[in-house]
């Protein structure tokens, strides 16, 4: 329930939003607000298995609610403790903290219970949660806090993607309705790499190589996520014409084979993240403890996709 490849992506949005309001800041304060976030993170994942229950019965009946293996009560509790114990983290960080928590919290309520079936207001309030998260660890920097352009940009950067990734997972059943947005979270990238470059203060060089060299990473691999759901269905249903006959081709199409590596797909557009937010991490890269956090960011994607292998991403 806890999507637990997804879960190793929580903690860089804050501490890419701590590192770019103050690089120098107490640490500490960043690990209280990834705390916070991870709270906030874990709840929003129970909630919305509770509020998509009737839903996984059908699509998804291996899951835990639809399976018996948990009850809607219980996991609606936990995550109302989890809420509760981020609202508190966050209270313990200061005035500017405490608001963009309850702000987390409103557009989690929201998605779930409000807007998730929404085509568009759906994922791009998706994408806030993580935005928000970012500016969570901004507001944790200080206890007078000012959101910098750099750390707009990266919010909005990280929020647009994730309502990418969402509008795309949102049809994880159902592929060949994905169309135009295969290719979507490409072009937020690389938008968004460059509004950041264009506005930020210059960086030096250290802070230059790690975010070209995290920034390049994570558009290959979203060219790689694209490739994945737009050039191979097709190749594949090619071939399958080509080599196959009538009767042994029933039942497969570009769509079913979207189908098949959808899912994956999805996990691995996910796990970019960490890319994202390690390229805005090594952007504020004044020393090297700092620069070390961004590769500490990088070096998890491998355990991610290791885990991602054993549990289900979305």
Known sequence: MFRAPNLLTVPGDPL??????????????????ATASLCFYG???????????????????DRPLPSGRATRRSVSLLGAVLIALGAILCAQLGPMASRVGL???????????????????GPLTMGACRGLSVLLGAAAASTTPAFFPQVLIA???????IAAVTQLARHETAPERTGRWRSLHVGVLVAGYLVFLALAP??????????????????????????RL?????????????????????GVSEATIAGGVFPATIGLL??????VQAAFCMSAAWNMPTLWMGAALIALWPVNRMVGRVFYSS
């Not at 709840?43 to 009946?61: F, H, I, K, S, T």
């Not at 919010?155 to 993607?161: E, G």
């Not at 210059?202 to 996520?225: D, H, M, V, Y």
């Open 43 to 61: 709840a929003g994942l129970l909630l919305n298995d509770a509020a998509d229950y009737q839903e996984d019965l059908q699509a998804r009946p």
């Open 230 to 250: 737009i050039v191979y269905p097709a190749k594949m249903a090619k071939a399958v014409e080509e080599r196959w006959s009538e009767d042994e081709r029933v």
């Open 155 to 161: 919010a909005l950067t990280i929020l647009a993607y």
């Open 202 to 227: 210059p960086l030096n060089s250290t802070a230059w190589l790690g975010f070209i060299g995290a920034g390049l990473t994570s558009i290959l691999l979203g060219l790689t996520a694209a490739y």
């Open 16 to 33: 890419a939003g701590f590192l770019l309001a103050a690089p120098g800041g107490d640490m500490k304060r960043a690990a209280w607000a």
């Open 103 to 121: 702000a987390l919290i409103a557009a989690i309520l929201l998605y779930n219970f409000g807007v998730k079936k929404i085509p568009v207001a």
């Open 270 to 275: 996910i796990s970019n993240l960490l890319f």
